[in-house]
């Protein structure tokens, strides 16, 4: 780095040196699903459960081998240690399984994949596009049978995730959501949380390795279909967690509009040692849009790094945009993920801290506005070129490349 540049960080207390050093502590998630508009390799059909991908751009990757082949092109121009993200719906054994049969055995490849690249694995059981979501109930709706397989399914799940964690040495997260809700006012809203309660406490009755693997819990404020009421609600998973020593995820996606999602990780971890999150950038509702470096995914990374939560938490992405090269879209949001929490890394939160504690907040309101001109884009340069990728637009050439040579051959 230009020596100016770093004087330019000095005068405010700020080693950007220093901040790419600690970008060891972060490790991204990188969701499988963007490549596939979340269809999975078993033909379950329609995407259901109240989300919805749109765009039909070609090149979608229908197997196994397009998916990481994909995947490689993709992970080849994104800096920092990277984790992958699974649904159960990614299944790649022999044959497809039964959802309520997926055990370790379907993702023995997945698990190579990642050896054979460093890479870390976390899992989602799929409790959604699937013949035995009921009136899109599962693990509350009212008939036995649909809880039972599900609740199969998640215990299973479980191990997956265990297993994912003992062989890659890296610690796994099994993430829990449901589509479950009415659209229509409920006659009874207690009901179904009671029975997901019960189903939760069934999945977890027989414990899991804590020292390989984590459990979330993901909430949701509404999805399409299901405008009136979410069993699965933020305070029915903040209650759960703290309650059974799991772990909350907060969806940047799943809350009203105008809530700052970035706000509640402080308070969560007041009360939890850890936290899980999906990144994603809601439209006016949650549309999973591709992360761009906003204010609001901005402030996400300003509240790891001012909590000191890099390292006590599940950064994971969750954004599936169907409408444009889907390669390219995995790149351009987990960049993005990266450059905000570096950017945090070389903010001065002590002198901002200061001024606040001290009701300075003509100072405090001045140093935020003249931050944004600091360098940063120096000091992400540096990073990338420490990281092997590249440093700026250059990347889009060899995914448009690689859009020409393989993605335009499927159809
Ligand atoms: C849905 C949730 C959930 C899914 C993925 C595919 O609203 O955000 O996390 O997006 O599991
Ligand atoms: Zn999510």
Known sequence: MKPSVLATFRRYGIDPRKAIRAMKDLTVSIHCWQLD????????????????????????????????????????????????????IYQAGDHVVDRSEIGPEQFTRWVEYAKARGLGLDYNPTLFSHPMVKEGLTLSSPDKDVRD????????????????????????????????????????????????????????????????MDVSVESKVFGIGVESYTVGSHEFYMGYALKNNVLCLLDTGHFHPTENVADKISSVLLYSPRLALHVSRPVRWDSDHVLKLDDNLQEVADELVKNDALKKTYVGLDYFDGSLNRVAAIVIGSRNMYKAVLKALCTPWALL??????????????????????????????YCRQQGVEEDASWYEKVAAYEANVLSKRN
Not at 65 to 76: I, K, N, R, V, Y
Not at 77 to 87: A, F, R, S, T
Not at 173 to 189: F, H, Q, S, T, Y
């Open 149 to 212: 397989y599900w609740i199969k399914h998640v215990k299973n799940s479980l191990k997956v995730t265990e297993y994912f964690g003992r062989e890659l040495g890296q610690k796994a997260l099994c993430n829990i959501w449901i589509p479950d809700g009415l659209k229509e006012v409920p006659a009874d809203r207690k009901g179904p949380r009671a029975r997901l309660k019960e189903s939760l406490d069934e999945i977890l009755a027989d414990g899991y390795n804590r020292a390989a």
């Open 353 to 382: 801290k200061e001024a606040q504690d001290t009701y300075d907040h003509t100072k405090q309101l001045m140093l935020q506005e003249e931050i944004r001109d600091l360098p940063y884009t120096e000091v992400w340069k540096e």
């Open 37 to 88: 508009d979340v269809s999975g390799f078993e033909n379950s059909g329609d995407l259901t459960g109240g989300i919805q991908s749109t765009g039909d751009h070609f090149g979608k990757a229908r197997n196994f081998e397009e998916l990481t082949a994909d995947l490689d092109e993709a992970l080849s121009h994104i800096p920092g240690k990277k984790k992958i993200n699974l649904h159960a």
